[in-house]
């Protein structure tokens, strides 16, 4: 059975930062496309980051590129998102998803959702 659990959301002042995991169990993130998405109230759910399965290049959203970070431990089977100047209107619920496919992962829009998802980690940028 897979499993993929977030952690690490919270409430962080603007400017301040923050590292979510996402520890998977079940299968080898090593072989699949992994990535982070995001949902804030009343809006779509947007792609924000991810590692390809392919060759492992990293892919960034425009309203992240250089200040998110993602990033992936194989020992411990776990990915992880360092966020940095958070804004505002990065508040949201994070989740991280994988499937074999880089397409389902790393096209944003996914022209279909991925085959795996975490529950999910609210985080919330407020002063």
């Known amino acids: 059975q897979v499993q993929l659990v977030e952690s690490g959301g919270g409430l962080v002042q603007p400017g301040g930062s923050l590292t979510l995991s996402c520890a998977a169990s079940g299968l080898t993130l090593g072989a699949y496309a992994i990535g982070w998405f995001r949902q804030a109230p009343g809006k779509e759910r947007e792609g924000v980051s991810c590692i390809s399965g392919v060759d492992g290049s990293t892919y960034y959203s425009d309203s992240v590129k250089g200040r998110f970070t993602i990033s992936r431990d194989n020992a411990k089977n776990t990915l992880y998102l360092q966020m940095n100047s958070l804004k505002p209107e990065d508040t949201a619920v994070y989740y991280c998803?994988?499937?074999?496919?880089?397409?389902?992962?790393?096209?944003?829009?996914?022209?279909?959702?991925?085959?795996?998802w975490g529950q999910g980690t609210q985080v919330t940028v407020s002063s």
């Open positions: 998803a994988a499937d074999l496919y880089d397409s389902l992962v790393c096209t944003w829009p996914t022209p279909r959702t991925p085959d795996y």
